[in-house]
């Protein structure tokens, strides 16, 4: 299309061409054919306008579920498996929480078990004499063994 018809198309679609314009029109064919079709989808899209009586009722969070769609759309590409959406990290989220209370009461269980005989009798009720065993090691590892546990 030629610059005249380009910058005075909208006054022609709203019926308020210039002179220039339809003298153009009726010397260029081209430009008249393009201008004709461009109407036609013009008077197409003017017919599917709504009336204010015949507005149709749009549910309740539409454009909520139109943007994840979107956004689910955009994932489905090479990216998508880096970036798989909020409902897969709160899932790995709340998993990460379940094994995390997990391990923390079995690592208290298990410490309960544990701390049951370290008080310096049991240790030293524990230790056997009659053991074959140099005097110096036995007397270091007791010592060692009191001082840890003493703490």
Known sequence: MHDVVV?????HLAGN???AFH????????????????AGVSELVAEL?????TVP???????????????????T??????????AFFRRIAFASLLVLAGLGSYLVMS?????????????MA?????ADHAASSDRDLMLVTLASYGQ
């Open 77 to 86: 590409g090479h990216w998508g498996l880096l970036a798989p959406g909020a």
């Open 126 to 130: 524990q230790h056997d004499a009659t």
């Open 49 to 53: 306008r709504f009336g204010p009586e």
């Open 23 to 38: 003298g153009h029109l009726a010397s260029c064919h081209d430009c008249r054919a393009e201008v004709e079709s461009i």
């Open 57 to 75: 009722e749009v549910s309740p969070f539409f454009y909520t579920r139109v943007a994840a769609g979107i956004v689910e759309h955009q994932n």
């Open 111 to 123: 410490q309960s078990d544990v701390s049951a005989g370290t008080d310096a009798a049991t240790i």
């Open 7 to 11: 910058n005075e198309l909208e006054e």
């Open 17 to 19: 061409a210039s002179s």
